[in-house]
DNA sequence: ATATTTAAATACCAATCGGTAAATAAATAT
DNA sequence: ATATTTATTTACCGATTGGTATTTAAATAT
């Protein structure tokens, strides 16, 4: 028995919370904030506008729990990657996972982060602008994590953590456009591979 | 006095097509495919709906237009860069101008290739799927390119053409997001010069 | 002058957009 | 039993979407 079972006042609710933002997500990562109606929304999400609404709030908010949920659960793994011994490995793992990620199959491909509002009419300026920052948030963490490695040791002291960073999302970025393209996984391997030939480790110069 | 001076039955046009369809090509430049709308076209273009649809068929062909307009314009230069040299210069060349290209200030940022329909509803289906043929397109250019260039012998011979002209297609692609997320050029140039360190030249071995 | 051709302007269309008021149904509290 | 609380359902809202039929205007051809 949860502990949620305690009996609550009113007509129940017949459909799970949890359940249904992950439907919601599903359809926001495919379909992008705009490019997803309420009429696809509830309709896959089997409740009607008025629960919704009673629900969630309105689209937007939807939307940023949909982002929550998403964070939490698909790409928490991104929290885990700077927990790495090494600046290598952080980004090895960093662009590893991704390239497993993005083309996963059992969800959309690619980052909804990184799509799901790139373009969009102005009416949508603050889901775009929301979303900037969480592509700039996980930059910064990788930054961060790289200065930690700079006073380590295990990264080159004439390398740029700051920029490293860029580079490193810069790359997730496109990883993340080239899945939605039709990319393979092992394509993207390649392609993680390829960046990481050039990494600046303490005993190479990065010249 | 221009070769279409002609005298042509019926009313004159009283706008210019090609200035037209430079408006257009900003709009959906900056707000993608869907993004864009009829009112804010023709808002923008000083024509109303009846005139825009004569000119240009649809929404759909607007675009197509506009597509058009954007890849002998300006995005000409790609086909420029394939005509470099070498394979590094090549590479070079592409991603030092995609940094400037991306990022400067008298057009949108970004590219209307990589992010005009990523992610959008259904009926945007086939627009989204044309800019994927285009950005395939590019790329192939680019290994066709390293693929003679293994031949010619400036490409290290175990070098992946297909798998480089990937690789700098995503980062176009990342620095396409990056630009519409804000970074500045030098940024950018800094992503380039961190993405050539590790080019497989001819006398280099690439692992 | 008149007919013909083409474009512009006004007014409109059905469909869809996100969002909600009002009525009904299902639970608990008293 | 009744009141209260909360959720679901139906029906609707104004605004906007892409797209057009109709009328009017401006040019050339005869």
Known sequence: MSINDKKLRGRPRV???????????AIFW??????????????????NKPSLYAAFG???ELFKKSLSRYTAG???????????????????RFLLNAAEFLTAANHPKGCMIVQAALSSG??????????????????????ARFEKAQIDGDLASDANPKSLAKY???????????????????????IA???????????KSSN
């Not at 495919?30 to 409740?47: D, F, M, N, P, V």
């Not at 991104?78 to 952080?90: G, L, R």
């Not at 490193?168 to 390649?190: C, I, P, R, Y």
Request: proline share 3%.
């Open 58 to 60: 309105n689209k937007e």
């Open 30 to 47: 495919k379909r992008g904030y705009e490019g997803a109606s309420l009429a696809e929304l509830t309709e896959t999400l089997g409740i």
């Open 74 to 92: 698909p790409v928490a793994f991104v929290k885990d990657v700077i927990n790495e011994p090494t600046a290598f490995k952080v980004a090895e």
């Open 193 to 203: 591979k390829l960046a990481l030939k050039n990494w600046p480790n303490k005993n």
């Open 168 to 190: 490193l999302a810069t790359l997730h970025q496109g990883m993340s456009v080239q899945a939605t393209s039709g990319a393979s996984k092992d394509e993207l391997f390649e």
């Open 15 to 25: 459909f799970d919370m949890d359940e249904a933002l992950d439907k919601a997500l």
């Open 122 to 143: 102005e009416s949508s300026d603050i889901v775009k602008d929301l979303l900037i920052q969480y592509r700039y948030a996980y930059e910064q963490q990788l930054a």
